[in-house]
């Protein structure tokens, strides 16, 4: 009945790595530095208000898919490694 | 050629006879059909179900007009209402899903072992519906008197009377699938005009491309007028503002119960992972749309109305069309007979002539689009809140008939009845989110925003602590959830005092520079603090709550 430790580790650990970029598209380029990232251009508009109103959008779609589909790839290794017993939904 | 009033009417009366075919056709004889659509819905529907259920009338009609006149700082509600839904997918969806129940309070309750936690988060989960709603009958009330002529009231009881309607009747399920056709008939009214005025600006017929040839333009034609260049960051809020604002608004999301429990809708964890993916994709259909509505929008209307004599800006067919609804009142502040920048958009302190939340419904009138466009908005401005509205009125419904009745009052209660005393609430709610219309409370998005502050001052710090600190305990989130949404809403209440109470001035100043929209941000970090806390020095949770704890963090199987 309780989790596999190293399942749920791996867990963490991506997690905190996908969060991680969020961080740092959203909240760090987005607003901390947006005026500095403001200097470069990027598809023809500034690029800190390009991240902050178009970009980090794009990169959130991207984060929550590759979530799906590593979060199903390590639910397969643990599964192979020792099948659910409880009747998994 | 038909008039706009006419191609408005065949749109409304066309997608309205489209929601009630789905309702007779998804008719459910079961509480899980009533609550979570039987489980059986797949993660692409459910994904564009969400986007609906959670792109209200803030989102379609405000949010594009709310960012023309912020300019960069409209950055807030983009990366807000976006970034959330990463949160959503990586702490709280998936875990939820595996859980299963009907919903947030269910898992309130037994994974904090305690009916108290079960009534603070049923009072909660109230609390933030009933505010969210009231915006969206707001949504509905401006459509119908701007696009049909009919008064405010009428078209809240019209609008009220198509939802009872499907959420009666379908419960769940049948408002999962009108969601469904509510996002298509949305996506479409929100992207047709805006790719006609990005063509016919740059010859481009991609907005998010176009707008690179018309921001420079719009910075050139802004500074020239004496305000400042749109894509300068800060000028309407500070900073530390954007960051509190933008994380009330991303933790909102990932707080509001009724986005969470679509998540309980799926077949499995591993589709309510992808499904959150889907979500969010056709949410930034819209969400990537409506900043370059936002730059035509504010070029349109500084290039057609700034710095004209007053008699010509008033002869203008569409300033006459909404000076009819109040919305557009010209105000020559220094009575020189001159529209100037400042006196259209409200700048250097004076009041603007413009209301925010008519950018997106004039647009098509403003840029001259063929009549049936127009119509299309005013379907899809609808759609949009109708959709939200009958995904609140559920959480609000099973809130009452599940949580309260069937789980504390009647446990005992038998299935037939369980399903009658549903479909009674959300009938009740439906009434009570019709009254909330005809007297609402200020500007759609603003009161939306507080429902996202009160979301995340109470829910989101004990779901993810409950998901991923065992050791989290039942007063701990008790006194947590108490804590976020006692600061919050009575900083809310107090700060925003001259429109609650009608007080001459606000009884609470901003909080260290933080205003009421961004004050969720401050309550969810007290509600942490608060949680760990008393946690720490309460005895650890029985053993019961730990496997159920590890339960949820089990590999899925697909």
Known sequence: ?89 | MLSVRAWTLIAIIASFALYIGIAIWSRVRTTEGFYVAGRGVSAVANGMATAADWMSAASFISMAGLIAFLGADGSVYLMGWTGGYVLLALLIAPFLRRFGWYTVPDFVAARYYSNVARVVAVIAAIFISFTYVAGQMRGVGVVFSRFLGINVEAGVLIGMVIVAVYAVWGGMKGITYTQVAQYCVLIVAYLLPAIAIAFALTGLPIPQLAIAGTLPRLDGLSTELGLSAYSTPFTGFSRLNVLAITTALMVGTAGLPHVIVRFYTVRSVRAARWSAGWALLFIALLYTTAPTVAIFAKYYMLDTLANRPLVEVQAIDWVRNWMQTGLITLRDANGDGIMQAAELFGAAGLTASIDRDIVVLALPEIAGLAPFVIALVAAGGLAAALSTASGLLLVISSAVAHDVYGQILRPEARESERLRVARVAIAFAVIIAAWFGIRPPGFVAEVVAFAFGLAAASFFPILVLGIFWKRTTSAGAIAGMVTGLLFTGGFILLNRSVQVFGTSQPILGPFFGITAQGIGTVGMLLNFAVTIGVSLVTPPPPGHVAELVDAIRQPASS
């Not at chain 1, 963490?12 to 598209?25: D, H």
């Not at chain 1, 929550?64 to 599964?79: E, G, H, K, S, Y």
């Open chain 1, 1 to 89: 009945m309780s989790a596999d430790p190293r399942h749920w580790r791996a867990l963490l650990r991506r997690t905190g790595i996908l969060l991680a970029v969020w961080f740092l598209i959203g909240p760090v380029a987005g607003i901390l530095i947006v005026d500095r990232l403001n200097a470069f251009t990027f598809a023809g508009l500034p690029f800190g208000f390009w991240i902050a109103q178009q970009g980090s959008i794009l990169v959130f779609v991207v984060l929550i898919f590759l979530n799906a589909w590593l979060a199903a790839r390590a639910d397969d290794t643990a599964i192979g490694q020792a099948p659910a017993k409880n009747g998994d939904r």
